[in-house]
């Protein structure tokens, strides 16, 4: 019986510090986020540019500095044609999001007697009151939504924001990306080491996700663009972006376009339709066919787990966090399934329950 009571109570110990554990590298991860977040795009970064430099030393016979130079030529091209993309992109969303915040509410009034009757009240703006948040009210029989109008302008400029910070931290991931490509180029991994396993699982990962997302960004700012939804390439790029994020990232790009398309005079109704179906269909057939044929099993996580990160690393990092949430979650797993005390824990991370079962 004393071993037994002994046995719990280590238990309950290596449980508590494995939750002390846990809280001190999230406080750590979050108060470290203006340098990790840089390091972790470099790291990115440098594994798309690593096959770059192997191709050059291997097949066109170029020396190795010349090599490392032009591919770091290379890198900063692509992160300066990014950057002018991008800050093209956040302008006209900082530019339409008063505009896009409006229509969302005309939207939301329209749906009366479709919204659950709990979502409205009575409207308690007050018309002599120039500081009243909801304005004056032409009608006083319009109904106050409940739903926060302020919520898609919100998530509009975090995203730009985000987006903002992560190009003014660009002259630190370009430090990083040098100094991690000239190393690099030292020395080739060998196959079957724990740095060859994670440098191919997650170079997979990282092209996959950037050639279906560029797909898909591509299809839904042309389908826009040609049904005449304003704002369409914005839309297009924001489906881009959002793509990385999984599972949630595929929905909200579809439904951004909707208050825009829905609340537009010049639009018929078969077009209305159109700007839903279609960049939905996109989503679905690039998300559930051509996304999974490609990266095969490249990280090989449960949907849960995903997105438990994305919750966890949205928390700590905000959206940028998103983005890198399942790159990282998947690099943790092939470090546990490495060591055979936590091959466990990675088992349970890909969905394999069968450890469960035993008693």
Excluded at 46 to 70: N, S, V, W, Y
Excluded at 87 to 104: P, R
Excluded at 244 to 269: C, H, R
């Amino acid at each position: 019986m004393a071993s037994k009571s002994e046995n719990y109570e280590q238990r309950i110990q290596t449980g508590c510090l494995l939750i002390l554990t846990a809280l001190g590298i999230a406080g750590a991860l979050y108060a470290l986020g203006s340098v990790l977040i840089p390091f972790v795009m470099a790291i990115f970064l440098t594994l798309c540019l690593i096959p770059a430099i192997d191709l050059q030393m291997e097949r066109l016979h170029i020396p190795r500095g010349a090599a490392i130079l032009t591919t770091i030529l290379i890198g900063c091209a692509v992160l300066a044609l990014a950057a002018l993309i991008v800050t093209a992109a956040v302008n006209q969303i900082l530019n339409s999001k008063d505009t896009y915040e409006k229509q969302f509410r005309q939207l939301l009034i329209k749906t009366k007697g479709i919204l659950p009757p709990e979502w409205y009240t009575a409207d308690s703006s007050d018309p002599n009151d120039p500081n009243d948040p909801n304005g004056p009210s032409k009608d006083p029989s319009e109904p106050f939504i409940r739903v926060p109008t302020n919520t898609i302008r919100k998530v509009l400029t975090e995203t730009a924001s985000s987006i903002t910070t992560l190009i003014s931290n660009s002259f630190l991931v370009l430090i990083f990306m040098i100094f991690m490509v000239t190393s690099k180029s030292k020395y080739k991994s060998k196959s079957g080491t724990l740095w060859w396993e994670v440098e191919t699982r997650i170079k997979r990962y990282v092209f996959t996700m950037i050639f279906t997302s560029g797909v898909t960004g591509l299809l839904v700012g042309l389908v826009l663009t040609i049904l005449g939804v304003k704002f369409g390439w914005m839309f297009g790029f924001l489906a881009f972006m959002l793509n990385f994020i999984p599972n949630i990232g595929s929905v909200i790009a579809t439904l951004l376009p909707l208050p825009v398309a829905f609340i537009d005079p010049q639009l018929g109704i078969v077009s209305k339709v159109l700007a839903l179906a279609i960049p939905g269909t996109i989503q679905f057939v690039v998300g559930n066919l051509l996304q999974p044929k490609m990266m095969g099993e490249s990280l090989d996580l449960h949907p849960v787990v995903v997105l438990l990160s994305l919750v966890f690393f949205g928390t700590i990092w905000g959206i940028i966090g998103m983005f890198l949430a399942v790159p990282i979650t998947g690099v943790l797993k092939i470090l546990l399934q490495r060591f055979g005390y936590t091959s466990a824990l990675a088992d349970l991370i890909a969905g394999k329950t069968d450890m469960l079962k035993k008693s």
